[in-house]
């Protein structure tokens, strides 16, 4: 779906397209994941003209890039697991490597718990701010919110250690049945947010 061109997912004509060039967006991912009001000084288009291309590219499918928190992240705990494999290579070496090697590995998985108890911590807020747009029934702002919760859970997927795969994979699930509710308006939208909440509190209390 990403492969499609604006024109043709959303039907955003060529004069529009070009503007949003401006504001570099060029992608569906791009357009999904760009903040409305940035995008409209940027490019001359009314944010709320934006908001409903968006709507319309993720009802089409698209799904947003990670944000640049998610990268930054990224960038962070990469760096953390080629210290520890460079520490892993060079304390291997002796008698004793297969202790160090264990002892390697469960600092490593400490450290990767410890991102993603700091990236469902993150998310929880957010989530807290998409139980307020639901209780004023302002489902695009819950939505938008929730783009950047799913930024976060993205990140969880990428770093969770093998022992939290399981959660990690149950979030995804309960992530989107939350978008769908929220996306169809629906009253089981708030339920759906409780159990998403208590899903991300129970991976933060593990870090």
């Given amino acids: 779906m990403s492969e499609q061109t604006l024109s043709d997912a959303v039907g955003i004509d060529r004069t529009a397209v070009e503007a949003l060039a401006r504001a570099s967006i060029r992608t569906l991912k791009e357009l999904t994941a760009a903040d409305p009001e940035a995008a409209a000084m940027a490019s001359g288009i009314p944010a709320e003209r934006i908001r409903e291309w968006q709507e319309k590219a993720r009802r089409a499918g698209a799904r947003p890039g990670p944000s640049p928190v998610a990268k930054g992240w990224m960038v962070g705990v990469i760096g953390v697991i080629a210290a520890i494999m460079l520490g892993s290579i060079?304390?291997?070496?002796?008698?004793?490597?297969?202790?160090?090697?264990?002892?390697?590995?469960?600092?490593?998985?400490?450290?990767?718990?410890?991102?993603?108890?700091?990236?469902?911590?993150?998310?929880?807020?957010?989530?807290?701010?998409?139980?307020?747009?639901l209780h004023n029934e302002n489902w695009g702002n819950a939505q938008r919110v929730l783009s950047s919760v799913e930024d976060k859970v993205t990140l969880i997927e990428q770093v969770a250690p093998e022992s939290?795969?399981?959660?990690?994979?149950?979030?995804?699930?309960?992530?989107?049945?939350?978008?769908?509710?929220?996306?169809?308006?629906?009253?089981?939208?708030?339920?759906?947010?409780?159990?998403?909440?208590?899903?991300?509190?129970?991976?933060?209390?593990?870090?």
């Fill in 90 to 133: 060079l304390m291997a070496v002796g008698s004793r490597r297969l202790e160090n090697a264990e002892r390697i590995r469960a600092t490593a998985e400490s450290k990767l718990m410890v991102a993603v108890s700091f990236a469902a911590g993150d998310a929880i807020e957010q989530v807290r701010q998409a139980r307020l747009a």
């Fill in 164 to 207: 939290k795969r399981k959660e990690a994979s149950e979030l995804r699930t309960l992530m989107g049945d939350l978008q769908s509710a929220v996306n169809a308006q629906s009253g089981e939208a708030s339920q759906k947010l409780d159990a998403l909440e208590a899903a991300l509190d129970k991976l933060k209390e593990a870090g």
